[in-house]
């Protein structure tokens, strides 16, 4: 007789915080395999923040989840039957298979795990996603050096938790930022970060104090408050590493102004630079290849030419208003 599927569905879109009632949990017979799939047994499943955005239909980098669908998630398993070569029952498995107990899936979704390498659920968390996320956010974007600050929020939480260690590792100051003091004692106590913040403080103070030399890298797990504290103390070449901003995953609406959490779902790159830095090095080609654009005539431009330098005051103060049309240059004589 086929195993009782206990599955978690999405009955409706929630309206700001989610409700129990955005959900169903209904039983069903666990599917059979088609040929090429698996019977998966779920031990583990992760909840993760992303979720939230799968419930609502506005614009995002992925599909949501359909009403009455089963809701998305990774999990951790076991093969309980195969129909696919290179699985047995008994194989551990880590999938996307949705917040279900039982899960029949093509092979070519699944990955093999040595259940003895770690215990099963870390493999959602520190071995999974998570740490995942972690480390490549460090490695492409945070690209912490010895020495530096790295400020990290939702510090004792899944990818905190990574984030913080390996900028220790690296020979980094870690900072974490953190809701009350028994989150804030496991991130300095047990992960070993050089200090934490409690964000239901007074953030600006604490972080005066816990980042002396300023932020070198910030990892944006949070926004809203935390956000806007940390901000003006990032140090010139600072990086943001833009990773989530669950502070506001349940508005209802977007706040007023930029919401940097576009740059997650669009992968923005933001940076600023002034061109001092390094583009005086590069003159020379600059200037050869503009020449060649100005000659040949794909390079157009328009002067807007002011007699005497004692018109210069007055052209000056309406370049701050428009009144110039194009470059503004004087001619002295
Ligand atoms: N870009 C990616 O590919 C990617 C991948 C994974 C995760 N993420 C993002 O990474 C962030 C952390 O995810 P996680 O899985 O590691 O979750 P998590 O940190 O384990 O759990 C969420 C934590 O966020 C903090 N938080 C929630 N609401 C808050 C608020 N209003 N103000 C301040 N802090 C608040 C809470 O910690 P405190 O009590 O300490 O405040 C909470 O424990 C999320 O934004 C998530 O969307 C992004």
Known sequence: MAETNLQVLLRRRPQGEPTPDDFEIREAPAPEPAEGEVLVRARF??????????????????????????????????????????FAPGDTVLGGFGWQRFSAVPAARLFKVDPDEAPLSASLGVLGMPGLTAWVGLEDIGQPKAGETVVVSAASG????????????????????????AKCDFVTGEL??????????????????????????????????????????LNDFGRMVMC????????????????????????L???????????WQ???????????????????WREDVVDGLRAAPQAFIGLLKGANFGKLVVRVD
């Open 45 to 86: 499943l992760s909840l993760d923040p992303y979720m939230r955005g799968r419930m609502s239909d506005a614009k995002s980098y992925a599909k949501p989840v359909e009403i009455g669908a089963v809701m998305e998630g990774q999990t951790a398993g076991e093969v309980v039957a195969s129909r696919a070569p290179g």
């Open 158 to 181: 899944a990818v905190g938790q990574v984030v913080g260690q390996i900028a220790k590792i690296r020979g980094c100051r870690a900072v974490g930022v953190a809701g009350g003091k």
């Open 269 to 279: 790159r933001i940076q600023g630079f002034i061109v001092s830095d390094s583009g």
């Open 192 to 233: 070993g970060f050089d200090a934490c913040v409690d964000h239901r403080g007074d953030l600006k103070a604490q972080l005066e104090a816990a980042c002396p030399d300023g932020i070198d890298v910030y990892w944006e797990n949070v926004g809203g408050a935390v956000q806007a504290a940390v901000f003006p103390r």
């Open 244 to 267: 989530g901003m669950i502070a506001e995953y349940n508005d209802a609406s977007p706040r007023p102004g930029p919401n940097l959490m576009a740059c997650v779902r669009k992968r």
């Open 282 to 300: 590069r003159y020379g080609r600059f200037r050869a290849e503009m020449l060649g654009w100005m000659r040949d005539g794909r390079m157009r």
